[in-house]
């Protein structure tokens, strides 16, 4: 079944949601996961897709937007079927996709921002009922 787990930061600015999934993705790219982060919306996923490419000076973290490259490691989307992704799916819209009962992880990344934290209310109401595993983790500081 699938795992879901809530990131929630100690922040109100959107933009950290992006800076803590560049860093989730690293992290779980070098585990060996295959990861499909799901935007909102065009503007959201050309940001995170600059943020991914400067977030860490020295490395490479191997992307592509979803339509162009599905078959990459690390792809970004927004809302299409996310191919031959099932493994680890970084919610980054504020509702949950159709597609995400075929990912064996989620991760919900969530800042102090009143309609990010709405929309995670509802997706952990979401997630609880459908009796999906649900893990939350309160970051102190990014």
Not at 47 to 74: M, Q
Not at 107 to 127: K, L, W
């Amino acid at each position: 079944m699938t795992k879901v787990d809530f990131y929630i930061l100690p922040s109100a600015d959107p933009a950290a949601r992006l800076d803590f999934a560049c860093k989730l993705t690293d992290k779980a790219w070098r585990m060996g996961h295959r990861i499909y982060l799901h935007c909102s919306d065009a503007e959201q996923r050309d940001e995170l897709d600059a943020r991914l490419w400067r977030f860490k000076g020295e490395t490479f973290v191997p992307h592509g937007p979803a339509e162009s490259e599905p078959e990459s490691l690390i792809v970004l989307g927004l809302g299409q079927d996310p191919g031959p992704h099932n493994d680890l799916l970084v919610n980054l819209d504020l509702k949950v996709p159709a597609f995400a009962p075929r990912f064996a992880r989620i991760a919900e990344v969530v800042v102090e921002d009143p309609a990010i934290r709405q929309a995670a209310r509802e997706s952990f109401r979401f997630y609880r009922e459908q009796g999906y595993p649900l893990q939350d983790h309160r970051l102190q500081r990014l």
